[in-house]
């Protein structure tokens, strides 16, 4: 009898062993490529979210979409198991949650507008790690995505690096760290950060939702925004040479933000950008050949431009939707250069209307009717050129005529000690009707300007 119940145990426990091991076999299986499929689309199209997909090292021509989720793909050495695009299209494309994808060269996408080594679309919690992702339109692109993790990846030869875009703050919830390397240089993303500066070998920026951040002594090039600002406030960008990238700056639903001393030129679409952004100020900056614009503005109101140098962008500034903005520092601080403005300086003043000039355009110059430079500059804006001033001929005949009647007043106190009397000179008399003349003109029209004002 005990017999029979140790057989009937031992039989039993078997079963529960051997049935325990079926369910994790049949759970999580794992796929061998080129062995159960010839290639990774092929494993995809039959895994099942859960499973993990191996492939072994060699060259994949093939462009991939992974669409389920929970799937684990892991290239067998990140230099020899090679996916080649074939220059067409995105190479690998992911539209699932839950990935993981890690151990590959990715290269050769196609060259249209987001064509990319990797593409990340609508995807929430997806681990990208230990790739080389190179030779591409675009190397790494976060569309409208959450929570991606990105570690140890080697983003280089590719015509822009990396990139982010997204419609609220979450998009641009990431967790990003300088393992990651772009063109040799630490990818800084930033999120919940304050009080910090980035160090100057950054190769890409990105500042999320964050407080008094400096960016200083930088150079950034072959991304799609060099430097994007995120739902952040009371930060700066400056002394930055932002070129070939797709866009410069982008500042987004920012606050008390500013962009000064810095060349943003020959980006292949724009220069900077702010979206839904107010009280920012960008000043004292050159911005020129952008292919698209110089200055892009989307609802973003009570910013100020001023001293900037807007030169050959083929649209200097494109507006979108509403913005009402400032576009000068005031007289005689002035505005703005702009290239493709033709005016003349022939006259000073508040209001333009005195005679002489002054190194201001005459006439404003108009972008639309809430956006309006009212003293455009006649040059270029330099740190070394002096703010505007008037050459006009009143404080000169002034000068002179105050000479004049000191000059009279010198050969009086010489002649009185020869003579017991003096008498005005006419001269002196003319000279001082004359002087009096200007002044009370002078301010008669002051009295004007401000009645005018």
């Known amino acids: 009898m005990n017999l029979t119940i140790f057989l009937y145990t031992v039989v039993l426990i078997s079963f529960l062993i051997n049935g325990f091991n079926v369910q994790l076999n049949i759970a999580k299986p794992e796929i061998i490529v080129p062995d159960t499929y010839l290639s990774i689309q092929e494993a ?51 539209k699932a949650d839950d990935i993981v994808f890690e151990g590959f060269t990715v290269k050769n996408s196609g060259n249209n507008f987001t064509d990319s080594g990797i593409y990340i679309d609508h ?37 822009y690096n990396f990139g982010v875009y997204g419609d609220n703050l979450q998009d641009y919830i ?12 630490p990818l800084i993303y930033w999120v919940n950060k304050n009080n910090r500066q980035p160090p100057v070998d950054a190769g890409y920026i990105a500042i999320v ?4 951040i400096t960016l200083q002594d930088l150079t950034l090039s072959r991304n799609w925004q060099a430097i994007l600002f995120a739902y952040s406030k009371n930060s700066n960008i400056k002394n930055v040479t932002a070129t ?26 724009g220069g900077i950008a702010l979206v839904n952004s107010s009280y920012c100020s960008v000043y004292c900056n050159d911005i020129k050949n952008n292919v698209g614009y110089g200055l892009f503005l989307s609802d973003s109101s009570d910013n100020s431009f001023y001293h900037n140098n807007f030169i050959n962008n083929t649209n200097q500034v494109w507006l979108f939707s509403f913005n009402f903005n400032n576009w000068d520092g005031g007289y005689p601080k002035g505005g703005n250069f ?31 009717a809430n956006n309006i430079d ?32 000191l000059c009279d007043i010198v050969f009086y106190f010489i002649r009185i000690k020869k003579h017991s009397s003096f008498t005005m000179s006419s001269r002196t008399r003319k000279n001082l009707d004359l002087l009096y003349l200007i002044s009370f003109s002078g301010k008669m029209l002051d009295e004007d300007v401000n009645e005018q004002a």
């Open 244 to 269: 070939k990238n797709m866009d410069g700056i982008w500042l987004l639903n920012c606050n008390f933000c500013s962009v000064m001393d810095s060349t943003i030129s020959d980006n292949n679409w």
């Open 44 to 94: 995809i199209n039959h895994a099942i979210p859960g499973e993990t997909i191996y492939v072994k090292t060699g060259v994949y021509l093939e462009n991939i979409v992974i669409n389920k989720n929970s799937l684990k793909i892991v290239g067998q050495n990140k230099y020899t198991t090679i996916i080649d695009g074939q220059k067409t299209g995105t190479v690998v494309y992911v």
């Open 374 to 405: 009212r003293y455009p500059l006649i040059k270029p804006w330099s740190a070394q050129l002096p703010e505007a001033q008037s050459t006009s001929l009143i404080p000169l005949a002034v000068t002179v005529i105050i000479l004049l009647i």
């Open 338 to 368: 702009w290239s493709n403005y033709k005016c003349k300086d022939e006259k000073s003043g508040h209001d333009q209307n005195q005679n002489g000039t002054d190194g201001i355009c005459d006439i404003p110059f108009v972008i639309d």
């Open 174 to 185: 990431h967790d990003i760290d300088t393992s990651n390397i772009v063109d040799g240089k």
């Open 209 to 212: 939702n964050s407080t008094n």
């Open 123 to 159: 995807s929430l919690e997806a681990h990208i790690s230990n790739n080389n992702v190179i030779a591409s339109n675009l190397g790494i692109y976060l569309y409208a995505s959450s929570n991606i993790v990105l570690r140890n990846n080697n983003i280089t030869t590719n015509r």
